[in-house]
């Protein structure tokens, strides 16, 4: 029994000063993510995005889209990501061994026909079975690449980056929707940076309950699922605040696979994606970002605090956890693989700064959560409680997270506006409070549940996703 208290007391004075580490550290970020974004506002013109569209001599981007069975939105999505107001740039739609009639599909609508093609596998993937263009000069930027499946987006991805022509890629979900500027946005830090950028990202929202016409954002409205709604928070809070604090630093470990410019030569370099990565985006920035370091070269990863991709968020229990889950995994597996990196000098602000945050407090938090719960119950049925202190404490930690939030919700909507109704953002707010009660318990279970299946290896593909798209009640004609 003393060796159990002299454990809970030792732990207990850990967690207390784990806690004033963790609140320091997110206010800090707070600050820095204003920062940033009054910066960015402050010199956004310094090079106009109508440079960029207006020139013939911007740099070439292309977009690519892996798609496995996406029969049912496909036509609709790839005539969106077609529609930007880029000068120089192709759209590259992969066909990941689809089981329905996506390639069928896209034949007939967009006229498609075989072509020789010159496709060099600088990455290695699953055998490419060909490349289809189109006879209609309208469709001349789209390219079809016609794959064996590979089990995984990256494996997908990486035979987009092989057949494309330009010297910068965004890689994207064939479900996002794009804004029609979106590339011309996430290509000007590759040409307005002395220094060399190797990636961009942006901030992405869901889509669920928004309203789309053309392939553009007709009407931003809050979720009205309730997984979704809980998601909106969960990205304005990592979007707006987190993300932009980490850019300032130029210490950002994570640009989101469903809106990312990279830099192509050092993505082939690094070997492109990992196939067999569960956490694919991340993983990748933590080798580019390790290679560039082993190189000792300059670089910068900048982040966008514009949104400019809505995409469909996970809206039952099980897809939530699911995804929640592959997450989990995908961190510790990233983090695994990557540990020589941790506290190294020799990587720089990515070893010091990025990579400890990522193991202190992502991958610690909830299992460090678990633990503290479990004294608490050990202290309550063994021990002598201060029930007046662990009051103090809870309600603190309740109301910084929840401060946090609504901190990260009014920036957002002082900024972007994407409400215009007063009931929805009443029902946001509404929500702040009650997710660290109800939805940030169930991403604390995914997260070990993710951790526990790769300590035992258990077997876990990416799997599908069912979608109901945009070509219902959120699409206007």
């Not at 597996?333 to 010091?352: A, D, E, R, V």
Request: net charge positive; charged share 20%.
């Amino acid at each position: 029994m003393k060796t159990l208290e002299f454990f809970i007391k030792h732990f207990e004075t850990f967690a207390a000063y784990y806690s004033i580490s963790y609140v320091i550290f997110y206010t800090v970020l707070a600050l820095l993510s204003y920062l940033a974004i009054k910066k960015y506002y402050n010199s956004k013109y310094y090079l106009h995005k109508g440079v960029l569209v207006k020139s013939n001599h911007t740099v070439g981007v292309s977009i690519i889209a892996p798609a496995f069975n996406e029969a049912a939105t496909l036509v609709y999505n790839v005539k969106s990501l077609l529609s930007q107001e880029y000068p120089k740039f192709e759209v590259i739609i992969i066909n990941d061994g689809s089981t329905d009639n996506s390639l069928e599909l896209l034949i007939s609508e967009f006229s498609l026909v075989k072509v020789d093609f010159f496709y060099q596998e600088k990455i290695p993937t699953q055998l490419v079975k060909g490349h289809y263009k189109s006879t209609n000069p309208i469709y001349s930027k789209l390219l079809i690449v016609d794959k064996f499946n590979g089990n995984s987006k990256a494996d997908a991805s990486n035979a987009g980056i092989n057949s494309a022509k330009y010297s910068l890629f965004l890689c994207t979900d064939v479900d996002c929707i794009l804004r029609k500027d979106t590339v011309a946005i996430l290509a000007k830090p590759f040409l307005e940076n002395t220094e060399k950028v190797i990636a961009t990202g942006a901030t992405i929202r869901t889509s669920n309950s928004c309203r789309f016409k053309d392939g553009e954002l007709y009407e931003s409205h809050y979720p009205d699922n309730f997984f979704a709604r809980f998601q909106e928070l969960e990205y304005i809070r990592a979007f707006v605040f987190g993300r932009m604090a980490w850019s300032k630093m130029n210490s950002l470990l994570l640009v989101s696979g469903g809106l990312g410019m990279f830099d192509k030569e050092t993505v082939i370099k690094v070997g492109g994606y990992w196939h067999k990565s569960l956490g694919e985006d991340i993983e990748l920035i933590t080798r580019m970002r390790k290679f560039m370091h082993e190189k000792k070269e300059k670089f910068l990863i900048k982040y966008i605090p514009e949104t400019l991709c809505w995409t469909e968020v996970p809206g039952t229990m099980d897809l939530f956890m699911k995804q929640r889950t592959r997450w989990a995994r995908g961190l510790i597996q990233t983090l695994s693989l990557h540990k020589k990196i941790f506290l190294n000098p020799k990587y720089g602000k990515t070893g010091l700064l990025a990579f400890p945050y990522f193991v202190f407090f992502e991958f610690a938090v909830p299992i460090l959560e678990v633990m503290g719960l479990t004294v608490l119950l050990l202290d309550i049925f063994f021990f002598d409680i201060n029930y007046d202190f662990l009051l103090i404490v809870s309600a603190f930690i309740y109301l910084f997270y929840t401060i946090i939030t609504l901190l990260s919700v009014l920036l957002d909507q002082l900024i972007y506006k994407h409400y215009s109704s007063i009931k929805e953002i009443i029902t946001l707010i509404v929500m702040v409070f009650l997710e660290p009660i109800i939805y940030h318990p169930l991403n604390v279970y995914a997260s070990l549940k993710g951790y526990w299946n790769f300590v035992t290896r258990k077997e876990q593909k990416w799997g599908l996703m069912s979608r109901k798209g945009f070509t219902n009640s959120n699409q206007i004609q």
